[in-house]
């Protein structure tokens, strides 16, 4: 499992978002940040507001999430964003016990 950690610019999460549930990816977990990258915020802010969402997914889904998010929050210019991914150790679904994969959707 990996946890796919991504911040867009708002106005691109809800594309992304809709994107994600067309291929099959509901579950997911957003929140609003406030960040930097390279150019170091837009003068005169020192942090922009994005949205960060957060999805943990099965290997195999890890690409396929990955070049989804790519297509619908590249618009080729500073500041659409950023992917990371992580490893995850373990996911339990509190209502069944169901564990790893199983756990996921
Ligand atoms: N190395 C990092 N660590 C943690 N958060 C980061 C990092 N880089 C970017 N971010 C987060 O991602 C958001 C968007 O970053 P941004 O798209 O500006 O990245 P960038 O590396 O500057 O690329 P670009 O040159 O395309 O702007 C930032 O506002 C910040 O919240
Ligand atoms: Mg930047």
């Known amino acids: 499992m990996r ?21 099959g990816i509901v579950p997911m977990t957003t929140y609003p940040v406030k960040g930097r990258g390279v150019q170091g915020g837009v003068p005169p802010y020192e942090l922009m507001p994005k949205i960060k969402i957060e999805i943990v997914v099965k290997d195999e889904d890890v690409e396929k999430v990955v070049n989804t998010i790519l297509q619908n929050a590249r618009r080729g210019i500073p500041g659409d964003g950023k992917i990371f991914i992580l490893p995850v150790y373990e996911a339990i679904r509190i209502r069944t016990g169901e564990k790893g994969n199983d756990a996921l959707y």
């Open 3 to 23: 946890k796919i950690e991504a911040i867009v610019r708002e106005e691109d999460f809800d594309r992304v978002q809709k994107a994600l549930k067309q291929i």
